[in-house]
């Protein structure tokens, strides 16, 4: 059995990096799972969404932009050079204790080891539902003109002037399709069904854009292109009828999916979707020494900079937990 940790963070996005760095600043030892990559559907890494945007131009303090996995292993980098300790392992089950501090909590890692700690950060994040096209995935990991996030490259300069397409017929689809108006030439939204989910106040936000197009009953059956996406191949799911649209931007808004499976079976509080439930403004659980921060507990804004800001709130108030039950 493992030495019991002070603090164990599970994630490696800006939350889990952001907790790190102040944990280790405040001398809580931080143990980071960092965890494996994987496909779920699409690829789940170490470093979270930012693994999958090649430029991030929105974070404050980089006037020219940086890259996504850059941005990580300054974050890394930073929390390591504190003395973060890094593990590449997931925690595949969690061992919640009702007094971690008589009790530790216990992490059951993908090696087969149990990691005890008093303090627990979940900050593993949410995964994007992609469609799960092979030319999708390939053009959204090189760069190519695919991404799951309008707000975060949306105002990109590849993207100004030319024609986008949104897959998806909720409410983040249609905000999403809305920002894009800002930027395209014309926005398409492809919806397979001949109503949309949105709520109606969202639809007429979007449709009152002349750039504004709906294509209904459309499926997309392939993404074209090789280095840069020059189109979709659109299928009727009326008519099985193939068309080619031809778009040099694709945003999937198809949901997210909360990194969340290895909670199951705990107490800690879920929403209806699976998200961490945070009742309060701060990053505490339900449980005792459990604390959540980043896109695992937030539905709404998923941007790496808030991420970082809960990462923030997470580590002081696991800081203030610990000293305050004579941990620290």
């Known amino acids: 059995m493992s ?3 002070k603090l164990a963070i599970i994630g490696s996005g800006p939350a889990g990096w952001t907790a790190a760095i102040y944990a280790a600043r405040a001398q809580l030892e931080p143990v980071v799972y960092c965890g494996v990559p994987k496909q779920d559907p699409g690829p789940v890494l170490p470093g979270g969404q930012l693994m999958l945007t090649t430029e991030v131009e929105n974070y404050p303090g980089f006037e020219h932009g940086v890259a996504g996995p850059e941005m990580m292993v300054k974050f890394q980098a930073q929390a390591e050079r504190f003395g973060t300790r890094v593990i590449g392992e997931d925690v595949t089950r969690c061992a919640f204790s009702p007094d971690p501090i008589r009790t530790p909590h216990e992490l059951h890692l993908s090696g ?8 627990v950060i979940i900050a593993t994040g949410a995964t994007a539902n992609w469609m799960g096209l092979d030319n999708e995935m390939r053009l959204a990991r ?18 100004r002037n030319q024609p986008l397409a949104v897959v998806g017929g909720g409410d983040t689809a249609m905000e999403e399709a809305s920002y894009l108006t800002k930027f ?13 989910r949105a709520s109606r106040i969202m639809q007429q936000r979007f449709m009152a854009s002349p750039k504004a197009k709906v294509l209904w009953n459309k499926v997309v059956a392939d993404v074209l292109g090789q280095d840069r996406i020059t189109g979709v191949l659109l299928e009727d ?17 198809i949901g997210h999916t909360p990194s969340t499976k290895f909670l199951r079976g705990t107490a800690v509080a879920l929403d209806e979707k699976g998200y961490v439930d ?22 709404h804004y998923r941007q790496a900079v808030t991420a970082a800001g809960m990462g923030c ?6 800081e203030r937990w610990l000293a305050a039950n004579e941990m620290h």
């Not at 395209?184 to 949309?196: C, E, K, M």
């Open 142 to 159: 090189s760069g190519g003109g695919v991404s799951a996030c309008a707000v975060c490259d949306g105002a990109l300069p590849v993207f």
């Open 112 to 119: 087969g080891g149990i990691a005890r700690c008093r303090a």
């Open 184 to 196: 395209g030439s014309v926005v398409y939204v492809i919806h397979r069904r001949d109503t949309l």
């Open 237 to 253: 799911t009326v008519t099985g009828e193939r068309s080619t649209l031809e778009v040099k931007g694709l945003f999937i808004a």
């Open 313 to 318: 709130q997470a580590a002081l108030d696991a």
């Open 3 to 5: 030495d019991i940790h």
């Open 278 to 299: 945070l009742k309060t403004r701060t990053s505490a659980t339900n449980l005792p020494g459990v604390f959540a921060a980043g896109d695992v507990a937030d539905a």
